[in-house]
T-cell receptor
Framework: DTAVSQTPKYLVTQMGNDKSIKCEQNLGHDTMYWYKQDSKKFLKIMFSYNNKELIINETVPNRFSPKSPDKAHLNLHINSLELGDSAVYFC????????????FGPGTRLTVL | GEDVEQSLFLSVREGDSSVINCTYTDSSSTYLYWYKQEPGAGLQLLTYIFSNMDMKQDQRLTVLLNKKDKHLSLRIADTQTGDSAIYFCAERNAGNNRKLIWGLGTSLAVNP
């Protein structure tokens, strides 16, 4: 199936741990994004990569580090997890650098205890 | 600054029309979008309208754009229970083609 996929779907972890979320798209898109959706459903962009190059870096704590090994993958590593990091994290992609239709992954629900 | 606002909740009866409203502040908007998020899923583009259009119709969906008032609406005709979801309005402006400005989402509940 052509899609944006994320792993894991659910992640429960203790405060202070380090965790990673992976994203892959097989749509041939050049640009990928990470969004955070909080408990009130507010959607906030975190990062965007175009062809492995960082193009958007919003005000996000430096505990969050994205990594794009190739244009089909964008992973998110989070150090020293805090309670406030609990949210649903969505990966998305678009064909080019100019944003138009975004294709979203199913989300990763992160719960920090 | 740029801002997109939506009412948070809407409840309708099955078979009625739903109208979800959105206002935005940026007069240089080029595209405006409606995304749908079903429970436990990612967002999916429903429809979009270019800023030089007033209306766009796609089956049960009608998008109206009043550029003067910076008001966008999404009308869903013959609303079904499967339309229950959160609907996000988003805008792209001429100053920044690389990200969208998102509303907070309107949660639509369809009652049988």
């Amino acid at each position: 199936d052509t899609a944006v996929s994320q792993t894991p779907k659910y992640l429960v972890t203790q405060m202070g741990n380090d965790k990673s979320i992976k994203c892959e798209q097989n749509l041939g898109h050049d640009t990928m994004y990470w969004y955070k959706q909080d408990s009130k459903k507010f959607l906030k962009i975190m990062f965007s990569y175009n062809n492995k190059e960082l193009i958007i870096n919003e005000t996000v704590p430096n505990r969050f580090s994205p990594k794009s090994p190739d244009k089909a993958h964008l992973n998110l590593h989070i150090n020293s997890l805090e309670l406030g990091d609990s949210a649903v994290y969505f990966c998305a992609s678009t064909p080019g650098q100019d944003i138009n239709e975004q294709f979203f992954g199913p989300g990763t629900r992160l719960t920090v205890l | 600054g740029e801002d997109v606002e939506q009412s948070l909740f809407l409840s309708v009866r099955e078979g009625d029309s739903s109208v979800i409203n959105c206002t935005y502040t940026d007069s240089s908007s080029t595209y405006l979008y409606w995304y749908k998020q079903e429970p436990g899923a990612g967002l999916q583009l429903l429809t979009y309208i270019f800023s030089n259009m007033d209306m766009k119709q796609d089956q049960r969906l009608t998008v109206l754009l009043n550029k003067k008032d910076k008001h966008l609406s999404l009308r869903i005709a013959d609303t079904q229970t499967g339309d229950s979801a959160i609907y996000f309005c988003a805008e792209r402006n001429a100053g920044n083609n690389r990200k969208l400005i998102w509303g907070l989402g309107t949660s639509l509940a369809v009652n049988p």
